[in-house]
């Protein structure tokens, strides 16, 4: 039992030992990280970040939003945006009144956390926006949902859309070229092998209801603490619009990530895992 522990903390040791300095010489209080999958995506998304933090005695939460991952639901029993945000919602009331977490939200789930950021402002100690849609007062959800829709709308059959191509959608899911050439990229190709056998459709919410959905206040949104990771190769959300939605709407951290796709927990999870161990520790 102690020489598996040994072998373990050896496996992570010399997987981190490039970030040894920084990351052992911080104070190892534990924290709680809830981690929040992009559309198609789910809570499998994150298993390296989930090892990574484990093995250092966090405790984590990679949750399935409805209708993703194993969660049972099926997409046309969350036809509002609402619907699809249950699991985290839930999860957030269930949390004890004095318990904060570090919530992760990545890509299309930057609204996810919006929201739960305007409701449960008082349990988070920081929100982590991982190349994500970040609203905010000077830059709307419609302006940042449009950005997401555009980009996979590109007229290659990208996406897959399940209603043709003249009615409105119902829902989508990335096709496998798409994925192969905008999305892991920059992963190991067994990422992406899991990946075409894990992801699901999302239903395709309207503009109207998000931004009907996630509204935001100064008081309780702009009372949480905010970073931002720039994935510096992402072609879902370019670095041109990352930075856009950072100039608009300033979080107190940003930090860029070089040779990350949209998929940094698969392309770069070392140094994912590391800024957010940074970031957990500095807003306390
Ligand atoms: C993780 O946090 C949750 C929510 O507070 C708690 O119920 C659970 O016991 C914690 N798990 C560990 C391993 O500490
Ligand atoms: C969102 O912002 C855009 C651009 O500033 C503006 O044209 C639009 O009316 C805004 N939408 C809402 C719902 O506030």
Known sequence: MEKTKFLTSLVVLTLLLPYANATLSEPKAKKHFVLVHTAGHGGWSWYKIVALLRSSGHNVTALDLAA??????QTFQVPLFSDYLVPLME????LPAH??????????SGLAITKAMETFSAK???AVFVTALMPGPKINVTTVYDELIRSVSIPDNSFRFDNGPTNPPTTFIPGPMYMATNMYQRSPFQDLTLAYTLVRPTHFYTVEDVSKEVVITNNRYGSVRRAFIVAVEDRLLTKEFQRLMIQKNPPDEVEEIQGSDTMMMMSKPQQLFFSLIRIANKYN
Do not use: T
């Not at 993703?68 to 639901?73: E, T, Y």
């Not at 318990?99 to 939200?105: A, D, Q, R, S, Y």
């Open 99 to 108: 318990e904060k977490v570090v919530l992760v939200g990545h890509s299309y």
């Open 124 to 126: 988070i100690s920081v």
């Open 91 to 94: 999860f957030m009331a269930s």
């Open 68 to 73: 993703s991952g194993i969660n049972p639901k």
